[in-house]
């Protein structure tokens, strides 16, 4: 009988021990935390979930009730770009300019009254960003993906510090210079909301990627386009940066009053380090050469 007893007792211990933190505990609210500062169109914005417990007791989103606890739901303003247990990463969309709120709610599973909803401005104030840039050029201390050793270097270098193509010596090697930026075609115009509210339309096509669109509304906030080229390689003189890309803006006559809140950058890439750093003079290579900028005007 008292056998039967201890290993009933046991099995409950065990059950108990698989049951979370907070999870047999009442809980009073929650709290869904945003960085409101970040919700730019375009962006990546983390968020996490802060639930409080009857006792007073706070757990964070990355700890044992986590967003796999909640039911969350985006009304708009944004799509997930990232979901784990623990963590929840929203991209922010250019297409709600007409309507400009990200709207969330949040509900625990388990005590569905336990419900938060959270509506937060976006933000088009500020400057949105749009960024290519060309592939860096050679260097052996980095980590990369294409198979090249990391090598750490020191102010002091040993002379044997030279790959087997003799990359690091031969300042014309293709790989040390920097890669263009790519070349782009953007076309600008006005458009008119249902609530006829006017705002710019920016269409940018890269010859790498996927057409990107972005609104700004009239006199208010900034886009910044870059297509920079790439930073260039470590060698004895230093790799040429490479070029920026060509950029060819295509704008209607009724946009043009307001293509200043447009900046077209298409600088060359920096130079790449010395290998072997001089204590005085050059101590990087040379910038790659400015891209080209055309601005045509536009009948849709």
């Not at 967003?67 to 303003?77: H, M, S, V």
């Not at 929203?90 to 909803?117: G, M, Q």
């Not at 700004?216 to 920079?228: D, K, M, R, V």
């Not at 060819?248 to 950058?265: C, G, L, N």
Request: net charge positive; proline share 5%; charged share 20%.
């Amino acid at each position: 009988m008292h056998k039967h007893l201890l290993i009933l007792l046991l099995l409950a211990c065990l059950g108990f021990s698989y049951v979370k933190p907070g999870q047999g505990k009442k809980v009073v609210r929650c709290q869904l935390q945003i960085d409101s500062t970040k919700i730019i169109p375009g962006n990546l914005v983390e968020v996490s979930i802060i639930t409080v417990l009857a006792d007073s007791t706070v757990i964070n989103s990355t700890n044992s009730i986590n967003f796999a606890d909640y039911d969350i739901q985006l009304i708009g303003g944004a799509e997930v770009y990232q979901k784990t247990r623990y963590k929840l990463i929203l991209k922010i969309l250019d297409d709600y300019y007409a309507n400009p709120v990200l709207k969330i709610s949040a509900s625990l599973r388990r005590n569905p009254k336990c419900f938060v909803v959270r509506s937060l401005p976006i933000i088009y104030s500020s400057v949105q960003l749009v960024q290519f840039k060309g592939i860096d050029g050679y260097d052996p201390r980095a980590k990369s993906e294409n198979g090249y050793k990391k090598i750490p270097i020191t102010k002091k270098v040993n002379l044997e510090f030279i790959d087997n193509t003799q990359t690091l010596s031969n300042n014309s090697d293709p790989a040390i210079i920097g890669g263009k930026g790519p070349d782009l075609e953007v076309y600008i115009s006005l458009i008119q909301s249902e609530s006829n509210k006017k705002f710019l339309k920016v269409l940018i096509n890269s010859e790498f990627t996927l057409p990107i669109t972005k609104y700004l509304p009239l006199g208010i906030g900034q886009l910044e386009i870059q297509s920079i080229g790439g930073k260039g390689g470590i060698s004895k003189y230093g790799g040429k940066g490479g070029n920026g890309g060509n950029v060819t803006v295509h704008i209607t006559s009724e946009a043009k009053p307001f293509f200043y809140q447009v900046i077209i950058d298409n600088d060359g890439g920096e130079g790449g380090d010395l290998w072997r750093p001089k204590v005085d003079g050059q101590q990087s290579g040379p910038y790659g050469d400015n891209g080209e900028l055309k601005i045509l005007d536009w009948i849709p």
